[in-house]
């Protein structure tokens, strides 16, 4: 059921947060790790196959260092290439990323279905950031690459907005902090409050779990359950970690 993939020396590969374009390898090498990454979701049933438009995505990156204002970020050229790819083969007809910071997070998901990377038409992508602040600046960045609003950012508690949510969600993205010290274990409760919006063959992505796995024992218990969840993958590309999950 849950099993990891992981590239070798994973470790060296860190982000330099506060360059958030820097790049970190040579092109081909980010190609081929993220391929590998894809075909190891393609061979646990998560991916129907690993094709997804390159140009488009070099296209979405260059339309994102030109135009969004990103302090910092822990995304990896690695995870936003993959988080991309999965959508663009994925092709989710309704989008949800909670915790998007300034939206560079949900644009990596939505990437590939709003922008100059767009390679199909979704029904519905939604981000979802707790600090009006943070919400009102990924608004605006978003809105650089998506003029025509297709693409929705609230400014919401996750929990709540899930708990309400009435649309069938195909892919879920877990990347906010829970509060008084709860950190990424919110994760268990945001999956829980979308239970309802859950089918087969939903995706969850869930970041930060390796850095971050103190935190995640009993939502990666959770996910890794054959009675809960058809198929969990330990993404190990960089220093955060991914786990990809499917109702």
Known sequence: ???????PGWQQYVMQWD???????????E???????LQALVDAGI?????????????HRAAVRD???IPWTAITPRLQRLLYAISAITRPQVLVAVGIFCGNTFISNAGAGV?????????????IEIRPEEAARAARNVAQI???????????DGIPWLEQCQDPIDLLYLDADGQKGQGKSIYLELVEAAQHCLHPGSIILAHNSVNCAAD??????TMRDPARFRESVNIVIDDQGLEVTQK
């Not at 190609?31 to 990454?37: L, M, R, S, T």
């Open 1 to 7: 059921m849950a099993h990891t993939y992981e590239t």
């Open 47 to 59: 991916l129907p196959h690993k094709r997804y438009d390159q140009e488009r995505f070099l296209a």
């Open 146 to 156: 998506d003029p025509d609003g297709r693409a929705e950012v609230i400014a919401a």
């Open 19 to 29: 360059q958030p374009h820097r790049e970190l390898e040579p092109l081909e090498r």
């Open 67 to 69: 135009r969004f204002d």
């Open 31 to 37: 190609v081929a790790i993220v391929d590998g990454a």
């Open 216 to 221: 995640l024992p009993d939502y990666l218990a």
């Open 115 to 127: 922008g100059p990377g767009a390679c199909y038409t979704p029904r519905r992508l939604v981000g």
